[in-house]
């Protein structure tokens, strides 16, 4: 897959799939039990490299306990291993961008003294030095959010923090970003250029993606494959195949099936 820039706002896309045996995170009857409540059991799937994985469910599923399980946040039974071609074990470096943290609106902290103190551990009380600012805007660049860096954290809209947080998880550039409902607080516009900014990023970077979302909307055009989680997985397959199975129905009482393949 190639991205051809065409101007700041847009790009031409090229659907592409994931690769399986370049590397991959396998996970095994994972289980998580909290306080004697069964979180999540039997849990198995792949993440392939270069693969963008939606996770959908109804609001206390398990989508973000399973999350903090990958992110080592949290004990579990069962196995979570990644693997690269030929089969060798490593340790991957994961991004994480959790559900959008909200931020006084009369905050003064900037976007550049946000993210210097948080890669840098650089005080938010001293002016910073050129050379992190220009590592700031280095990291911006991944996610064309050059012009965010001396915005306040607090004015920006739902799409400018993700893009934030986003770049943050970026630095240093992972093999696989996890984000917990990144469209949540973003407008109806904005969610597709978020999406196509995640599919420039995973062939930029040649990295996997895995996200939870309540949009299903996007997920035809955008994920490759859609994991329905309600504390198992109950259906897994392409956005066509589960947006249409009887499983996605049960647990939404939505029937998203439409002639042409398309939900």
Same mark, same amino acid.
């Given at each position: ?35 004697? $409540? ?160 995640? $599919? ?14 309540? $949009? ?48």
């Amino acid at each position: 897959m190639r991205f051809e820039k065409k101007d700041t706002s847009g790009f031409s896309r090229i659907p592409m799939r994931g690769r399986p045996g370049t590397c991959q995170l396998r996970v095994r009857d994972l289980g998580v039990t909290l306080e004697s $409540d069964t979180i999540l059991q039997g849990i198995n799937f792949d993440l392939n490299c270069r693969e963008i994985v939606a996770l959908i469910g109804p609001n206390g599923a398990g989508k973000s306990s399973l999350f903090r399980s990958i992110l080592g946040q949290i004990p579990y039974s069962g196995s979570i291993k990644f693997e690269l071609a030929g089969g060798y074990p490593s340790r991957p470096k994961i991004g994480y961008v959790p559900q959008s943290p909200s931020f006084d609106r009369d905050y003064p902290i900037s976007v550049l003294d946000f993210f210097a103190a948080a890669i840098s551990r650089w005080p938010v009380f001293l002016p910073v030095p050129k050379s992190l600012r220009e590592k700031v805007a280095e990291c911006l660049s991944r996610v064309h959010g050059e012009a965010l860096i001396h915005k306040r954290i607090g004015t920006l809209s739902g799409g400018e923090l993700q893009r934030v947080l986003m770049a943050l998880a970026l630095e240093p550039i992972p093999q696989i970003l996890i984000l917990d409902e990144p469209l949540s607080g973003v407008d109806v516009g904005g969610e597709h250029l978020l999406m196509e900014m995640l $599919d420039e990023i995973r062939q930029t970077y040649d990295l996997s993606i895995f996200f939870s979302t309540h $949009d299903f909307n996007t997920l035809q055009q955008y994920a490759d494959k859609v994991i329905l989680l309600q504390h198992s997985i109950l259906k897994t397959g392409t956005p066509n195949e589960v947006l249409r199975s009887p499983e996605f129905q049960s647990v939404f009482h939505l029937n998203l099936g439409m002639e042409g393949g398309n939900p």
